[in-house]
């Protein structure tokens, strides 16, 4: 997001740049032909990631791959107004109409990608398709041309300008915005920008990392744009009595569970309940934030026509400071803190400071600015110092890095590892238990079977994910445990707050790096067990689950080795997932749902884990208990086999 937004200003910069001297047949063939210029970055090849440096290498990637398609894209909406307003069309008398427009537009093709484009085409088909609509696109340019039968046709030159356009004499350049409505439009672009990358990261961490989820508070963007730019806004006066609505609407359902803290009528646990009740009130009040601020900028856009590409530029520059500020300030500022409202805090305090500036002049009137300054600037040296020097409590630790959010926490007589809010590690704070499994690699669990049924035949076991390396309780001497961890600074955190990988009697190695780039590359023995279990917060990423996938770790593993996935998650139903590659690939699978007993809670947590192997007996072994089933029964025609090209969760959601 923050690519997109420091791309932004540069397409509008250019605009503004192109169209301040008013339209003419020079420097609107210019523009087709930068347009037409960006085609050569095609096709869009992707560049190897850089584990160590992820932000630069990402940003490079972006710049590389797509930088300058959506360079030219960008740039369409302050030219094509410019051109509208030098037209002579009805619609010039409010040419906003075309950043409503605009924002339709996206809204549509990104509701269509996941419902419709995903499910249908692979990624190859895909690409094409896109650079068969860019084409269109380009062209589509020659029916907006102002005066386009005579820009398509050679004029002499003459009184129609100095560079003897034929078409009429620029106009005169608007007055310029005050300071102050300008530092108003990027902070009231910044808030609800700022809004939407929080949403985004509570989405990611809380329940999925998968593309179509970040479609919701992008799309809540995009509507908001809409309805305050197009021809009728829809702006409702009491605007306080909506937002007292959308409150009682999600809370009440909350304090009810609250109080009552059982299962609802439609099954829902408490914990999924909260939870839901949570994304419901994360999009609230994104809503409500991009309405106030869009609803402000669309009052407050400048009416003369040479003044919309200042307008746009200032918008874009607000997006950039949301987003430099959420995608860099916040982690860098932020390592040490915790608290997972910080993203939403700063996204507050832009909104709040956008209505501040806004509003300056009903504030002096009414002599409240002294007090509102001083108030503001109370707030700010606080978050500054939650952000520098903030700490969790004692006997605790938090990280904060591009990855997401990391606290180590002693409750009771565990010590335990967090990533957003769920649970990646657990051990006993007494030495003499340190070497237990617990959580979701108890004994009594699916790892625990398959070290009881198999043990003696792994001698080396791959892991892919290391939180806070619990695993390794099952290591003896002279056995092997590799685990490929994209993040450092989890080895840091599993080294130096948990002990794990150093009392465990075999030897350790921790691979840094992408999993599957990196067992690609691995030369030597191959793994006899090979655990997946690599989370973002509380979702396996999808390209660890695809056909390619599950091929290269076959590779990876002896002949009739096991490989183990655990599929635990609150929000999606992987089993069909599972069912469809394996069955594909012509492999067996059980698959097992751990659940503890209630005077086992504390030690054991409820998880769901895949068997795969290549070898029936294997498979059939784990079967003769009932707690491991077939997971065939799980296929379905409606989910088809991830692959590389192909992913759609759309099917596998539940609620």
Same mark, same amino acid.
């Given at each position: 997001m923050?690519?997109?937004?420091?791309l932004?200003?540069?397409?509008?910069?250019y605009?503004?740049?192109?169209?301040?001297r008013?339209?003419?047949?020079r420097?609107?063939?210019v523009?087709?032909?930068?347009?037409?210029?960006?085609?050569?970055?095609?096709p869009?090849?992707?560049?190897?990631?850089d584990i160590?440096?992820?932000?630069?290498? #990402?940003?490079?990637?972006?710049?590389l791959?797509?930088?300058?398609?959506f360079?030219a894209?960008?740039?369409?909406?302050?030219?094509?107004?410019?051109?509208?307003?030098?037209?002579?069309?009805?619609?010039?008398?409010?040419?906003?109409?075309?950043?409503a427009?605009?924002n339709?537009?996206?809204?549509?093709?990104l509701?269509?990608?996941?419902f419709?484009?995903?499910?249908?085409?692979?990624?190859h088909?895909?690409?094409?398709?896109?650079?068969?609509?860019?084409a269109?696109?380009?062209?589509?340019? #020659?029916?907006?041309?102002?005066?386009?039968?005579v820009?398509?046709?050679?004029?002499p030159?003459?009184?129609?300008g100095?560079?003897g356009?034929?078409?009429?004499?620029?106009p005169?350049a608007p007055?310029?915005p005050?300071?102050?409505?300008?530092?108003s439009?990027?902070?009231?672009?910044?808030?609800?920008?700022a809004?939407?990358?929080?949403?985004?990261?509570?989405?990611?961490?809380?329940?999925?990392?998968?593309?179509?989820?970040?479609?919701?508070?992008?799309g809540?963007y995009?509507?908001?744009?809409?309805?305050n730019f197009?021809?009728?806004?829809?702006?409702p006066?009491?605007?306080?009595?909506?937002?007292?609505?959308v409150?009682?609407?999600t #809370?009440?359902?909350l304090?009810?569970?609250?109080?009552?803290?059982?299962?609802?009528?439609n099954?829902m646990?408490?914990i999924?309940?909260v939870?839901?009740?949570?994304?419901?009130?994360?999009?609230?009040?994104?809503?409500?934030?991009?309405?106030?601020?869009?609803?402000?900028?669309a009052?407050?856009?400048p009416?003369e026509?040479?003044?919309?590409?200042v307008?746009?530029?200032?918008?874009?520059?607000?997006?950039?400071?949301?987003?430099?500020?959420?995608?860099?300030f916040?982690p860098?500022l932020?390592?040490?803190?915790?608290?997972?409202?910080l993203?939403?805090?700063v996204?507050?305090?832009?909104?709040?400071?956008?209505?501040?500036?806004r509003?300056?002049?009903?504030?002096?009137?009414?002599?409240?600015v002294?007090?509102?300054?001083?108030a503001?600037?109370f707030?700010?040296v606080?978050?500054?110092?939650?952000?520098a020097?903030g700490?969790?409590?004692?006997?605790?630790?938090?990280?904060?890095?591009?990855?997401?959010?990391?606290r180590?926490?002693?409750?009771?007589?565990?010590r335990r590892?967090?990533?957003?809010?769920?649970?990646?590690g657990?051990?006993?704070?007494d030495?003499?238990k340190a070497?237990?499994?617990?959580?979701?690699?108890?004994?009594?669990?699916?790892?625990?079977d398959?070290y009881? #049924?198999?043990g003696?035949?792994?001698?080396?076991?791959?892991?892919?994910g290391?939180?806070a390396?619990a695993?390794?309780?099952y290591?003896r001497?002279?056995?092997a445990?590799?685990?490929?961890?994209?993040?450092?600074d989890?080895?840091?955190?599993?080294?130096?707050?948990f002990?794990?990988?150093?009392?465990?009697p075999?030897?350790v190695?921790?691979?840094?790096?992408?999993?599957?780039?990196?067992?690609?590359a691995?030369?030597g023995?191959?793994?006899?067990?090979?655990?997946?279990?690599?989370?973002?917060?509380g979702?396996?990423?999808t390209?660890?689950?695809?056909?390619?996938?599950?091929?290269?770790y076959?590779?990876?593993?002896?002949?009739?080795?096991?490989?183990l996935v655990?599929?635990?998650?609150?929000?999606?139903d992987?089993?069909?997932?599972?069912?469809?590659?394996t069955?594909?690939?012509?492999?067996?699978?059980?698959?097992?749902?751990?659940?503890?007993?209630?005077?086992?809670?504390?030690?054991?947590?409820?998880?769901?884990?895949?068997?795969?192997s290549?070898?029936?007996?294997?498979?059939?072994?784990?079967?003769?208990?009932?707690?491991?089933?077939?997971?065939?029964?799980?296929?379905t025609r409606?989910?088809?086999?991830?692959t590389?090209?192909?992913?759609?969760?759309?099917?596998?959601?539940?609620?």
């Open positions: 923050m690519f997109f937004q420091a932004l200003p540069a397409g509008y910069l605009a503004h740049l192109a169209t301040k008013g339209p003419s047949r420097r609107a063939w523009h087709l032909a930068v347009l037409a210029a960006a085609a050569a970055s095609f869009i090849r992707a560049v190897p990631p160590a440096h992820p932000i630069l290498r #990402l940003l490079a990637v972006l710049t791959s797509v930088g300058a398609p360079f894209l960008s740039s369409t909406v302050p030219t094509l107004q410019a051109w509208l307003a030098a037209s002579g069309r009805p619609e010039r008398e409010n040419p906003y109409v075309l950043y427009a605009s339709a537009g996206a809204l549509a093709g509701l269509a990608y996941p419709v484009i995903e499910r249908l085409l692979p990624l088909a895909q690409l094409w398709v896109w650079q068969a609509c860019y269109v696109f380009v062209l589509s340019h #020659l029916l907006c041309l102002p005066g386009a039968d820009l398509l046709s050679p004029v030159e003459g009184p129609g100095p560079e356009t034929g078409v009429r004499p620029a005169p007055p310029a005050s300071p102050r409505q300008v530092l439009w990027v902070i009231l672009s910044a808030g609800p920008c809004a939407m990358l929080a949403s985004t990261h509570f989405l990611t961490s809380s329940l999925a990392a998968v593309p179509l989820l970040w479609v919701a508070p992008l809540i995009l509507a908001t744009f809409i309805v197009k021809s009728r806004p829809w702006r006066e009491n605007f306080g009595c909506a937002v007292v609505l409150a009682a609407i #809370l009440g359902p304090a009810a569970v609250l109080v009552g803290q059982r299962v609802l009528a099954g646990s408490f999924s309940v939870g839901a009740l949570g994304v419901v009130l994360n999009f609230a009040a994104l809503f409500v934030v991009a309405m106030i601020c869009h609803r402000s900028l009052e407050s856009r009416a026509d040479g003044g919309a590409s307008f746009y530029l200032a918008v874009s520059a607000g997006g950039l400071l949301g987003g430099v500020l959420l995608g860099l916040v860098v932020g390592r040490h803190v915790g608290w997972v409202g993203d939403w805090m996204a507050g305090l832009l909104s709040l400071g956008a209505l501040f500036v509003d300056w002049d009903l504030w002096r009137a009414r002599n409240v002294r007090p509102l300054t001083v503001t600037g707030v700010l606080l978050a500054v110092l939650i952000m020097r700490r969790p409590d004692p006997g605790s630790y938090v990280l904060r890095n591009f990855y997401g959010v990391y180590v926490e002693e409750a009771g007589p565990f590892l967090m990533h957003g809010n769920t649970l990646h657990l051990q006993f704070l030495p003499a070497l237990q499994p617990l959580s979701y690699y108890h004994r009594l669990g699916p790892v625990g398959i009881r #049924l198999f003696a035949r792994i001698k080396d076991l791959g892991a892919v290391l939180g390396g695993v390794a309780c290591g001497p002279g056995e445990i590799t685990f490929y961890e994209l993040d450092p989890v080895e840091t955190i599993a080294r130096e707050r002990s794990f990988l150093d009392r465990t075999a030897a190695r921790v691979v840094i790096g992408d999993a599957r780039l990196s067992m690609e691995a030369k023995p191959t793994h006899d067990l090979l655990i997946i279990d690599a989370f973002n917060g979702a396996i990423p390209h660890l689950l695809t056909k390619e996938a599950f091929a290269l076959l590779r990876r593993t002896s002949p009739g080795g096991i490989i655990h599929i635990s998650n609150r929000f999606l992987l089993r069909p997932v599972l069912a469809a590659v069955l594909d690939l012509g492999l067996h699978a059980a698959v097992r749902h751990a659940k503890p007993t209630r005077e086992q809670a504390p030690e054991f947590y409820m998880s769901r884990w895949v068997a795969v290549q070898d029936a007996d294997t498979v059939r072994r784990l079967e003769e208990d009932p707690e491991w089933r077939d997971i065939s029964q799980w296929r409606l989910v088809k086999a991830w590389d090209r192909y992913t759609s969760i759309l099917p596998i959601l539940r609620f």
